[in-house]
C-alpha cells in the first residue's frame, strides 16, 4: 500500500510537467486553451507546472538518495 502512494506521488507531478510541456508547445504554434485567456499567460502556466513538476520529482528523489547515503556526502549538511 504504501508503494502506491508514493507512486501516486510521483505520478501525479509528472502529469503535472507532461500538461505544461504541452501548454508551452501549444503556445509556440499559437493554439490558446479555453482555461487562458492569453499566448502569453499560457505560456507562463506551462513554465511554472513544469518547473513545480520537474522540481518536485528532483526533490523527492534527492530526498531519498540523502535519506539512503547515496550522495557521497555532496549534499549533506555542513554545520
Same mark, same amino acid.
Given at each position: 500500500m504504501l508503494r502506491l502512494i508514493a507512486f501516486l506521488m510521483l505520478l501525479l507531478p509528472?502529469?503535472?510537467?507532461?500538461?505544461?510541456? %504541452?501548454?508551452? /508547445?501549444?503556445?509556440?504554434?499559437g493554439l490558446v486553451n479555453p482555461v487562458f485567456i492569453n499566448v502569453?499567460?499560457? #505560456?507562463?502556466?506551462?513554465?511554472? #507546472?513544469?518547473?513545480m513538476g520537474i522540481g518536485f520529482i528532483g526533490g523527492f528523489l534527492l530526498h531519498r538518495?540523502?535519506? %539512503?547515503?547515496?550522495? %557521497?556526502? /555532496?549534499?549533506?549538511d555542513k554545520k
Open positions: 509528472g502529469i503535472l510537467a507532461v500538461y505544461g510541456i %504541452k501548454l508551452i /508547445r501549444d503556445s509556440f504554434f502569453i499567460i499560457q #505560456f507562463l502556466a506551462g513554465f511554472i #507546472f513544469t518547473g538518495d540523502r535519506k %539512503k547515503n547515496k550522495t %557521497k556526502g /555532496r549534499f549533506t
